[in-house]
Nanobody
Framework: VQLVESGGGLVQTGGSLILSCAAS????????MGWYRQAPGKERELVAS???????NYAYSVRGRFTISRDNAKNTLTLRMNSLKPEDTAVYSC??????????????????????WGQGTQVTVSS
């Protein structure tokens, strides 16, 4: 699975941004997708994730401000970010966890799914 993010940029405090992630390759076996971020000098952290069936999970710090969604038919993942704060400044990366896809396009469940990452997109929130 290949992932390409877009939509980062510079925004003022209180502003909004939409991040998008396009998946390609063996996409039919993608299970959970998510957005992670890493600020300078800090560990990478989960921002939000969504299962194939649409169940979502958010970091406490972004609940009520960010919304994650995915379109399984279009193989896209979106993160809508509102009420942005300077502490949201980070490189945001898209992640996909996948089962194994056979040549016949059958998904084989893996105990440890394959993790794929995008290249990341910078989000900067100015105060």
């Amino acid at each position: 699975v290949q992932l390409v993010e877009s939509g980062g940029g510079l925004v003022q405090t209180g502003g909004s941004l939409i991040l998008s992630c396009a998946a390609s390759g063996d996409t039919i076996c993608i299970r959970t997708m998510g957005w992670y971020r890493q600020a300078p000098g800090k560990e990478r952290e989960l921002v939000a994730s969504i299962t194939r069936s649409g169940n979502t999970n958010y970091a406490y710090s972004v609940r009520g401000r960010f919304t994650i969604s995915r379109d399984n038919a279009k193989n896209t993942l979106t993160l809508r970010m509102n009420s942005l704060k300077p502490e949201d400044t980070a490189v945001y990366s898209c992640n996909a966890l996948s089962n194994f896809q056979t040549r016949d396009r059958v998904c084989i469940t893996l105990e440890k799914p394959v993790s794929s990452w995008g290249q990341g997109t910078q989000v900067t929130v100015s105060s």
